[in-house]
């Protein structure tokens, strides 16, 4: 899937690529937190969902229709299913640029859904920074939000990741010291570990899970600085990968 349409890989360079309908592109921009995902329901390839614009779409074969499954007051952005209780999805909604950046949580696949931003008073300042998510692959209540400034240069210092044990009712913050001076760009949680979680940063990528109280360097021969677009973990070959702005790792 590209910003135009879909795409059949032959897998062999000497045949051509071939195409299909996919016309409700998501949304789509170069600023971190500003991009909506395509998360697939995990019983169906053929069923997606994507936020474009302000509603959040779905598709149930393969992107030739769509039905609006919800109107948010703001566009949608980063999806995430639980594999727990496919029931349960979050969301993250982008009003504008300075407006403050919100998540949301259905427990009803879409029927309706529930504020459960982090409090200002815990994300401190700074509310109109996005936010990445990730939810737990065994527990539909854990899950973690990351801040992913669309500057460089945005002091986010002790107030970069949270974390919820109850569906977003309550947040606890995830940062370490070992973060200070990142500017964090993408999370990732690994299906089948404690709790492990990675986050990209425009310069390298961490690693935390539950039995650790620190954020820990992951970045063996990674370039001394390697912005990260995407994390990406592919389970059938054990790989983690990395887009950056120097190639991909």
């Known amino acids: 899937y590209d910003d135009y349409e879909g795409r059949i890989l032959s897998g062999d360079r000497t045949v051509n690529i071939a195409g299909f309908q996919f016309d409700s592109l998501p949304n789509a921009s170069y600023i971190f937190g500003e991009s909506s995902t395509l998360e697939w329901d995990p019983r169906n390839y053929k069923h997606i969902y994507l936020g474009r614009g302000n509603n959040l779409l779905k598709t149930e074969d393969n992107g030739l229709t769509y039905d609006i499954v919800y109107a948010f007051p ?39 859904f529930t504020d459960i931003t982090p409090p200002s008073g815990l994300l401190i300042d700074h509310l109109w920074v996005p936010f990445d998510i990730a939810v737990s692959a065994t527990n539909e209540n854990e899950i973690w939000a990351a801040r992913t400034s669309q500057y460089g240069n945005t002091n986010l210092n002790g107030k970069m990741v949270y974390k919820s044990m109850d569906g977003g009712n309550t947040w606890t913050n995830y940062t370490s010291p070992t973060l200070d001076g990142e500017v964090i760009t993408n999370i990732e949680h690994q299906k089948g570990t404690d709790g492990g979680v990675y986050v990209g940063t425009r310069r390298t990528v961490y690693y935390r899970n539950n039995s650790m109280n620190e954020w820990a360097l992951f970045n063996n021969n990674l370039p001394l600085s390697s912005m990260s677009t995407k994390l990406v973990i592919k389970y059938k070959d054990r790989l983690l990968r990395n887009g950056t702005n120097r190639s991909v790792y």
């Open 74 to 112: 703001a566009r949608v952005m980063n999806l995430e299913i639980s594999r727990a209780n496919i029931n349960v999805m979050y969301l993250v909604t982008y009003e504008s640029w300075w407006g403050d950046k919100k998540i949301w949580r259905t427990d009803n696949a879409g029927a309706s």
